[in-house]
């Protein structure tokens, strides 16, 4: 198979990208498709749908040895077998997200709400059909088991100053609202929970994502608040 196209993602790198489509909803992607595929023609009729199944490599993917049992993060280290999740680590690196469809362009589609890494290659796009891939009864297995406090976004006064002059630069993203709703999610994995506010953590406190040009710079608190410290972005 070859990839249909590329993803540009707000999301550099996989720490900070959810888990899932659909958690951090402004979260930025386009879609350009390869100009052989004759996309003006491919995309034709897409326009008239709102959502689209993406299908695509985890081409990041750092681990080759199987594993038929993972530890899902919101597990908190428990395993479960494989087939059972939606991890990366899989026979076939496949991924699927259900996405929304900002705009339809002539050689690709913009969407938002993604959990896809920049650059990542995409197979294949199919719209969502809702009359019959929605089921509200369906049942979720151990996601359902899984209850986690909310978390609460601060920031540092610095950081809302260099927030504003990136957001000058960036009018028409959403910044604050990508930034709260990504470390709402809490991207820390599991083994450097539990030591906020402590000096004995094993590992560093202090994290960053990468968010479109700008890194963010943030602190665990407390389990359920984060404090944004620093924005770094480049400046022209
Ligand atoms: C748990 S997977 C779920 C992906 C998809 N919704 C699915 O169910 O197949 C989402 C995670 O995959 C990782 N990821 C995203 N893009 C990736 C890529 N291109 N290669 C490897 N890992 C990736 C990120 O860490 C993200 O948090």
């Given at each position: 198979m070859e990839p249909i196209g590329f993803i540009e993602s707000c999301f550099r790198d996989k720490f900070g990208t959810p888990r899932q489509p659909g958690l951090v909803k402004n979260a930025w992607a386009r879609l350009k498709i390869r100009a052989d595929l004759q996309p003006e023609e491919a995309l034709q009729g897409l326009e008239g749908f709102s959502h689209v199944w993406l299908i695509w490599v985890f081409h990041q993917n750092k681990v080759a040895r199987y594993h038929a049992k993972v530890h899902p993060p919101r597990?908190?280290?428990?395993?479960?077998?494989?087939?059972?999740?939606?991890?990366?680590?899989?026979?076939?690196?496949?991924?699927?997200?259900?996405?929304?469809?900002?705009k339809v362009e002539k050689d690709g589609i913009i969407v938002s709400g993604a959990d896809l890494v920049d650059g990542t290659p995409i197979l294949d796009i199919k719209p969502y059909l809702p009359e019959v891939e929605s089921i509200p009864d369906a049942r979720t297995g151990w996601t359902s088991e899984v209850i986690k406090d909310p978390i609460q976004v601060e920031f540092s006064e610095k950081a809302l100053d260099l927030l504003a002059q990136w957001q000058q630069r960036n009018p028409d993203k959403p910044l604050r609202a990508i930034i709260e709703d990504t470390l709402k999610l809490d991207p820390r994995p599991v083994v450097y929970r539990g030591y906020?506010?402590?000096?004995?953590?094993?590992?560093?406190?202090?994290?960053?994502?990468?968010?479109?040009?700008?890194?963010?710079?943030?602190?665990?608190?407390?389990?359920?608040?984060v404090r944004v410290l620093d924005i770094l972005f480049t400046h022209n």
């Open positions: 597990m908190g280290g428990k395993s479960i077998g494989l087939f059972a999740t939606r991890t990366p680590h899989r026979p076939n690196p496949i991924g699927l997200s259900l996405v929304e469809i900002v906020e506010g402590t000096d004995t953590a094993p590992y560093r406190n202090k994290h960053a994502v990468r968010l479109f040009d700008g890194d963010i710079h943030f602190e665990f608190e407390t389990p359920t608040q």
